[in-house]
């Protein structure tokens, strides 16, 4: 077998470098040169971007240090997000991590459940520490011991999508991964096999490779506009193709976590980071206007807008197949979902792990593709399910966009889970694809899913046991709530950018 | 089902025989002791074999946790045994046995996965055989026995499964259950009534009627009760196992005492050897049509090497499942799908459709779970039944015709999948609901010699030195740990005293 020694990557936004960093830790500069090409004309996208805990694996694995990279990119700490405006209860939290803790087995929910039978025990988000942490804008790291409370949740970041880019690539560019700037006019592919050979630039120079990978954006310029690789269009269940976005001036509760709130034709996010909150309103062009739109954002936020709104197109969808022959397209170039969930670093994140996994070498067996591809569909198909129930189960927003999401039919495999949700509380749980039956139990719940009958493995703790337990976690999670610092001491203490708000290049 | 004939579920008929029966009882029973649902057991006679043994995986464990059986008390009890894996001889005519057993092989070196690593150093000419780098097969082979609190932190996951004398089992499970508050009912043969879309009862062979809202079955591979509810057919997996006759007889205990099983391929099927305490259980898969019943009983003595117990029963079976869930009737064990005998699937096959059926236990006579409850646990069977063709594909046994049959018959797609990206590369696709783990899959992948075409390119940056030394490290712990391991005849004694 001959390895291969040429890859060239296109595209310098987070998924461009996030890949470039993945080689360059995989291989030695004299096993392979790793190129990425970027343009300085052409923006990325990056207002403020909230991740989930896997983020931190991928820095681990790298050897990043947390502190630095925190102080690099202006990060904050995040504990999940808050939904506003999707439930009946007006607020509910998905945090990175469980309701309550199970006993003997049975999983917490069904407990709660049941007790709702007999007693108020208020409502279950009061028994989740990280959400209970959120709520009261505190952060502190989870503790190793299984049997602590405070062990029972995962963390991730709010950071500068920019500035992440940009130490990515510092960090790059010191194992010597070589830069070329410049912009791709010209994409030449094998008369006879198709293969790519080489992306000629507006300069002229042509830059070689074995391998490409497309982390050009939604321009897709390899995968897209010259391999027309096909699109699958999921629009018809995500709506949204639009999205404003603009940085406001940060305020004093620095929330641990993102917020995601229903508007009356999409929703707006908020990020809050050191120096500034990112924010954003994700739109369908079906059910508003551009002009209405800006107005929605610019009044939802909670501070002085710091720039025009910049808006943004896209497509629900996912690219047919994301590895044709020696390409492979990665980040938006391979799919886009809306950041209702924060998945989209995780997309570009899951496909590097999967690449590393099936590593081709020159002879590109077909077998390698397929199983990418087949990967990659599992975990795009499996949050595309997860956003649409968002939209569907909507309990609380007017409007035609809601009328629409509300009754569109969805795919069947939403519907059986939500069916049995409903009927008793259960969730099934899937080996690949990200969300856990947490996750799920978490969106139902906040927006009125509501089952209707407990399972009966819940009465194996009778009445009195049940409302002990009960009694007992809420106390372990006051006074361990108690002690922790706010979320903007422990920033200050841990990872405090003196710099944030200043432009440092 | 219409809506009308929907009530909740309280009373539930178990029919059936042996470890399916009285697991079921015992386990559903302790599940939803204090909630409104009562279970009576119709305990048909017993099918089972002198000798039998039932081979499972280590995830028993939990099932043994959640009755409240101490596990040291019920290997004592029962002579149990147990066992890091299988040792399979004879695979190819002339290649040394093949060991496939419960443990994670070697330790991955800067995130590239083990396996690769030895795939390169054999490339560049290393010739130690996979499993030497496997702690279960190291302990197997030196006659040693992995203790569960050993620590082998960073190094390895490991488990061990267990031989469960099938009578005894069954026996002592039957008595968990009854002192629980299973009703019993012995009956020589039942009568079930379906009217309309469901099974309002059964008739016992004494003229009782015992009515129900949810019949379990589990009186075996002729699905006495699932087979009269509609979409039940069978599908047989013949065509991929075509095994159909399984001999089952004993012979003396082996000393020392090992601690797996080891399965003997021949020219018309294979023959295995369960230690247990008090004897060795003999278990002999083959063809009929190749075979009379005297000449596999001829053929399992010599294939052996022992003196066999002469009371050999032969039992016909056919691999294959139906539909577990139609209507309220559910088929768990050999009523829902039966296995080959080979390797270790038969009892997880019945502790995956008990695991599914306690998680979603009906709460009315909807029928809303079976659905998902027949998917996920059709898969599971499905990917259990590949895990056993997998260790048959992988046979050479030239000029042998069921040996050439098992190993050019094509491949059921997923497991078609699974092995041409493996040959390709080296990476195994593991699917939902999956029994085995990549570890597993993997093992008995290179240990039969199915050598991917490729390795990950990561591994051949790595300094041949600090590879050397990396295997010199893990072949180093391994022989350590195996030293410090007590013998499985200790851990038996121990266990007696």
């Known amino acids: 077998m001959t390895p291969i020694r040429n890859i060239t990557i296109l595209g310098g936004g987070t998924s461009g470098w996030m890949t470039a960093a993945v080689l360059s830790r995989a291989f030695t500069p004299d096993a392979c040169t790793i190129r990425l090409i970027e343009s300085e004309e052409i923006g990325i996208v990056g207002v403020g971007e909230a991740t989930l805990p896997q983020v931190r694996d991928f820095n681990t694995w790298l050897g990043l240090d947390e502190a630095e990279f925190m102080r690099a990119t202006n990060a904050t700490f995040k504990l999940g997000i808050e939904f506003r405006g999707w439930g009946t209860s007006g607020s509910y939290h998905h945090p990175f991590g469980v309701h309550g803790q199970s006993a003997g087995g049975i999983p917490f929910h069904q407990l709660w459940l049941k007790a709702r039978t007999f007693m108020d025990p208020g409502s279950i988000e009061d028994y989740a520490f990280p959400i209970r942490l959120a709520r009261e804008n505190r952060f502190d790291f989870p503790v190793e011991d299984p049997k602590s409370i405070r062990s029972a949740y995962a963390y991730a970041y709010h950071f500068d999508a920019v500035l992440y880019a940009r130490y990515l690539r510092q960090w790059c560019e010191a194992r010597g991964v070589q830069r070329i700037e410049g912009q791709v006019t010209g994409v030449d592919q094998n008369a006879e096999t198709g293969f790519v050979e080489r992306l000629t630039l507006a300069s002229g120079e042509s830059v070689g490779g074995e391998l490409f990978i497309d982390c050009s954006g939604f321009r897709a310029v390899i995968a897209g506009q010259a391999l027309n690789l096909g699109w699958e269009d999921w629009t018809p269940w995500l709506p949204c193709d639009r999205a404003l976005a603009v940085p406001c001036e940060r305020t004093d509760d620095l929330t641990p976590y993102t917020r995601a709130t229903a508007r009356e034709a999409g929703w707006t996010w908020r990020i809050p980071l050191q120096h500034r909150t990112g924010n954003g309103y994700v739109f369908s062009s079906r059910f508003t206007t551009e002009d209405r739109a800006r107005e929605v954002l610019l009044g939802a936020l909670d501070a002085p807008a710091q720039a025009e709104p910049r808006l943004l197109r896209f497509q629900a969808g996912r690219r047919t197949a994301s590895w044709h022959k020696n390409v492979i397209a990665l980040g938006l170039a391979s799919g886009f979902l809306e950041p209702l969930e924060s998945t989209s670093i995780y997309l570009s994140q899951i496909a590097l792990t999967f690449l590393m996994r099936l590593m081709p070498d020159t002879r590109f067996d077909p077998a390698l593709a397929r199983e990418f591809n087949r990967l990659i569909d599992i975990e795009y198909e499996r949050v595309r399910d997860f956003l649409i129930l968002h939209y569907h189960a909507n309990s609380a927003s007017q409007g035609p966009l809601w009328d629409y999401v509300r009754s569109m039919p969805v795919p069947d495999s939403l519907k059986e889970k939500m069916a049995l949700f409903r009927h008793r509380g259960h969730v099934q749980q899937y080996k690949d694809g990200l969300f856990s039956p947490a996750s799920w139990i978490a969106v139902f719940m906040g927006q009125d899913v509501m089952p209707q009958a407990y399972d009966r493995q819940a009465d194996g703790l009778s009445e009195e046991a049940l409302t002990g337990y009960l009694k007992d976690l809420k106390r372990k999670i006051d006074s361990n709530l108690a002690v922790l610092p706010s979320h903007a001491e422990f920033v200050a203490a841990h990872c405090y950018n003196p710099n944030s708000g200043i432009s440092h290049d | ?497």
Request: net charge negative.
């Open chain 2, 1 to 497: 089902m219409t809506d009308t004939s929907v009530r909740p579920v309280r009373t539930v008929v178990i029919v059936g025989r042996d470890e399916a029966l009285w697991l079921t009882a015992a386990v559903l029973q302790r599940t939803f002791a204090r909630s409104d649902l009562s279970f009576t057991a119709v305990e048909l006679p017993s099918l089972l074999r002198p000798g039998e043994v039932l081979p499972t995986l280590g995830s028993q464990a939990g099932f043994h946790a959640r009755l409240g059986l101490e596990e040291a008390v019920l290997m004592r009890a029962l002579g149990a045994t147990f066992t890091l894996g299988q040792q399979y001889v004879g695979w190819a005519k002339t290649a040394p046995p093949v060991f496939v057993g419960y443990s994670s092989t070697g330790v991955a070196l800067h995130n590239v996965p083990f396996h690769h690593l030895w795939l390169r150093a054999r490339a560049s000419g290393m010739n130690v055989a996979f499993e030497d780098f496997a702690i279960n097969a190291a302990c197997a082979k030196q006659g040693r026995l992995l203790t569960p609190d050993a620590d082998l932190s960073g190094f390895a996951d490991a488990d061990r499964g267990f031989h469960l004398p099938a009578a005894p089992y069954a026996e002592m499970l039957r008595q968990v259950a009854i002192k629980r508050g299973v009703r019993h009912l012995p009956a020589a043969h039942v009568s079930p009534v379906v009217k309309g879309p469901e099974m309002t009862a059964v008739v016992l062979s004494d003229g009782q009627t015992v009515e129900g809202d949810l019949f379990i079955d589990t009186t075996g591979s002729d699905a006495r009760l699932l087979s009269q509810m509609p979409e039940t057919g069978f599908s047989s997996w013949r065509q991929w196992l075509p095994f159909d006759r399984l001999l089952t007889t004993y012979a003396a205990p082996a000393t020392p005492l090992p601690a797996y099983a080891q399965i003997t391929a021949f020219r018309s099927g294979w023959a295995g050897l369960f230690p247990l305490r008090d004897y060795t259980a003999v278990q002999q898969a083959y063809i009929r049509d190749e075979l009379s019943d005297d000449e596999a009983f001829e053929a399992a003595a010599m294939v052996v090497k022992m003196s066999l117990h002469p009371q050999a029963t032969v039992t016909p079976f056919e691999a294959g499942r139906r539909p577990a869930w139609s209507g309220n009737v559910i088929g768990l064990g050999e009523a829902a799908a039966v296995l080959d005998p080979l390797g270790t699937a038969r009892m997880p096959a019945l502790l995956l459709g008990l695991s599914h059926l306690t998680a979603l236990f009906p709460l009315d006579t909807s029928g809303l779970e079976s659905a998902v409850y027949n998917r996920t646990v059709g898969q599971a069977y499905d990917r259990l039944r590949d895990a056993q063709i997998w260790l048959y594909s992988l046979n050479k046994r030239r000029d042998q015709p069921v040996w050439d049959h098992l190993r050019s018959v094509s491949l059921p797609p997923e497991l078609a999948y699974k092995r041409e990206v493996f040959a390709a590369c080296g990476h195994l696709p593991v699917y939902d609901d999956e029994t085995f783990d990549e570890a597993w899959w993997i093992a008995a992948g290179l240990g039969h010699g199915l050598f991917p075409a490729t390795h990950d390119v990561r591994a051949d940056q790595l300094a041949e030195p600090e590879l050397i030394r990396h295997f010199q490290t893990a072949l180093g712990y391994v022989r350590k740990q195996v030293e410090a391991m007590p013998t499985p005849d200790a851990v038996s004694r121990a266990a007696t005293v």
